[in-house]
């Protein structure tokens, strides 16, 4: 079974996603770090009132630029996306958890697949 997401759900369920696996530091054992340049950063802050984190990481993106997940430890090499990356691969992150986020029964472990399945394609830490 093949779920299809519209750019703005895949866009929610990946800002989602940010907020869940970030937020309490799920990713943090894998020697990865997501980043972005400063100056596209700072930019995309002043264009946002108040933002958490996560609403900064997303409006680089739409922006244009791209965010970049750093592998500090050289397992799979660094690894950068675009909004393009975000609207056609969440949907490929494994069913049960596109279906715990439609569901709305998501949590750090969903949040940390969809990342993954984004950035690198595929499951491959955890």
């Known amino acids: 079974m093949k779920i299809t997401l519209t750019p703005e759900e895949s866009e929610e369920f990946f800002h989602n ?7 309490t530091g799920y990713m943090s054992g894998y020697g990865i770090e997501l980043t972005a340049i400063a100056s596209e950063y700072q930019e995309a802050k002043e264009k ?17 630029n791209k965010l970049t997940m750093v592998d500090n430890e050289a397992v799979m090499g660094d690894v950068s996306i675009t909004l393009a990356d975000v609207h ?19 949590d750090a472990e969903t949040a940390d697949a969809i990342i993954q399945t984004v950035f690198y394609q595929d499951i491959i830490f955890g």
């Not at 996603?17 to 937020?23: E, F, I, S």
């Open 48 to 64: 946002l009132n108040n933002p958490c984190y996560e609403d900064i990481l997303m409006q680089v993106l739409r922006d244009g």
């Open 88 to 106: 056609e691969r969440v949907q490929n992150t494994p069913l049960a958890h596109l279906v715990a986020m439609i569901n709305e029964t998501d």
């Open 17 to 23: 996603a940010l907020c869940n696996a970030l937020g």
